[in-house]
């Protein structure tokens, strides 16, 4: 089509295929594609070999260890994986908090189904969007105090990262110093990393400099270091440390923060990418202690366990104070994706799931429920269970460290399989669970010792039942008989 006079457009007149082929140059060879419809069918070898080639051969090393490497994911349904042989794997990872609503939630489905069906649209950046914009408002209306604006972005490190930059931008470069804690993590891009206390995932990175780090839930730490330095003008915490190990901060430690915050005119982040959400019995795990952050952020279960969904949320005036003028209204405005239509109405629907089907008060419940099993196994396997701790659906379980009083003869071998499982009971434990009793745990970031439980907050009483009677069973086997045992499916693994 070749542009007319008066903007209308008219056909060019039609080129014979003889002629064309003359000039044109020659076509290419399509590249070889696998299909969606061959993906779907293709052989666990077959997927590792890919994965090895193509997406990362590193991580598939640690997944063939753990015998993880042999399961293929057929579909999922509420608390369950099921593989290809049609075996169900409860799921007590929960994608690190991303499954509140467990898989496919039928809700959640049909609200996407039906989008697509009256074929609406995606990108919004030209007009306003009508599901951004009520997703928005019902973020405000859930969160306390005047937590009112909303930047929406696709993943946990997008908010935090907007979360990091709404602060810097309310404070001014006199005040934009950040306190962050040990054992934090707040994701990987480079913004956060430089906030996120791990050697491991900033190695080898030039770092956002002006942060200052301190002990997590250590009040008289952050008390020092605001009265000592006044350029600290932000500090950012997770309300509860997910990769760290499930650790809370201290009672009243919030309120504390609080105060100070107020008294030094600090702004105070809440990451609650991981805790938020109703894990915790509330909708922030802040809200536990009745206190209202300066900014917080929202992700994982946002998207419904469908698709990807994050949200920073600031108080108005830190908002506006950052990008309230339409001359800086863009200095932080909308990615391509934030806030696009089909994942807005998912995340909606997700929110009013979490209302209708109390799914806050079943974490409670419940959480108290697993809480108080696994307390009881602690007290069978006092010198296995070093620790049980947690709020909601949101638990760590401690296990001994065995790296030095493992039998000598054990050790070596265990040595030989990897450096990083070297003691580790966790995964020992969780590939045994897998294998044997067909259980998904997660493990733990910085402490090895560490199973992280975060199963969907649909969970019920059997759930858990059927998770800690697998775990006894797998515990009342012994120390050395576990490890043994995880050595000859490894070796079969393999
Ligand atoms: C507390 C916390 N903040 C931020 C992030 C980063 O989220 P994402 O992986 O979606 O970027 C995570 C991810 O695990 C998290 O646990």
């Known amino acids: 089509m070749t542009p007319r006079e008066g903007g209308e457009e008219r056909m060019e007149p039609m080129v014979l295929v003889e002629e064309r082929t003359e000039t044109a140059p020659a076509c290419e060879a399509a590249p070889k594609l696998i299909t969606v419809e061959e993906a ?7 997927v590792a070999d890919l994965f090895t080639r193509h997406l990362n051969p590193g991580q598939l090393h640690f997944m063939k260890l753990l015998g993880f490497h042999k ?3 057929e579909r999922a349904e509420g608390m369950y994986y099921i593989d290809r042989e049609g075996r169900r794997i409860l799921d007590f990872f929960g994608g690190f908090g991303s499954l509140a609503f467990g898989h496919n939630h039928p809700r959640i489905l049909a609200v996407r189904q039906q989008f697509q069906d009256e074929k609406r649209h995606e990108i919004a950046i030209a007009f306003m969007s009508q599901y951004a914009s009520a997703l928005a408002a019902n973020l405000a209306e859930i969160s306390p105090g005047d937590l009112d604006m909303v930047f929406l972005g696709s993943t946990g490190s997008e908010a935090m990262e907007a979360a990091l930059k709404v602060a ?4 001014g470069p006199e005040r934009s110093k950040i306190l962050y804690a040990e054992n934090a993590f707040h994701g990987k891009s480079k913004g956060t990393l430089s906030v996120t206390d791990s050697a491991l995932y900033r190695s080898g990175f030039e770092l956002v400099g002006n942060t200052m780090r301190v002990p997590f839930g250590d009040i008289d730490a952050i008390r020092g270091a ?9 500090v950012v915490l997770e309300t509860i440390q997910g990769g760290g190990g499930i650790i809370e901060a201290p009672d009243g430690f919030w309120r504390e923060l609080r105060a100070l915050c107020d008294a030094h005119d600090v702004l105070w982040i809440a990451d609650e990418v991981q805790c938020g959400l109703g894990r915790t019995g509330k909708f922030y795990a802040f809200e536990h202690e009745g206190v209202v952050p300066d900014v917080t952020a929202l992700a994982k279960s946002l998207g419904g366990g469908k698709c990807a969904m994050g949200a920073m949320i600031a108080k108005r005036d830190v908002y506006m104070k950052a990008y309230g003028q339409p001359k800086n209204a863009m200095i932080h405005g909308p990615a391509t994706f934030g806030g696009i239509g089909e994942a807005s109405c998912t995340a909606i629907e997700a929110l009013n799931i979490l209302y209708d089907d109390g799914l806050m008060e079943n974490a409670a419940v419940q959480g108290d429920y697993l809480l108080t099993r696994l307390r009881d196994l602690q007290a069978k396997y006092p010198k296995i269970i070093h620790d049980v701790r947690g709020k909601g659906l949101m638990v760590g379980l401690e296990f001994a460290d065995f790296s ?3 039998p000598f003869g054990l050790r070596q071998v265990l040595s030989v399989l990897d450096d990083k499982l070297k003691g580790s009971l966790c995964g020992f434990v969780g590939a045994l669970l897998l294998s044997d009793y067909n259980v998904l745990v997660a493990f733990t970031e910085y402490n090895r010792n560490v199973i992280r439980l975060e199963p969907p907050l649909i969970a019920e009483r059997d759930h858990i039942d059927t998770f800690v009677d697998a775990l006894d069973d797998l515990l009342g086997r012994g120390i050395v008989r576990i490890v043994t045992d995880f050595i ?7």
């Open 40 to 46: 779907k069918r293709l052989e666990p070898e077959t």
């Open 168 to 171: 810097e931008q309310a404070q």
């Open 404 to 406: 030095k009083t493992m």
């Open 488 to 494: 000859k499916r490894h070796a079969r693994a393999r």
């Open 226 to 234: 605001m009265e000592a330095d006044p350029s600290i003008g932000i």
């Open 71 to 73: 399961v293929i994911i």
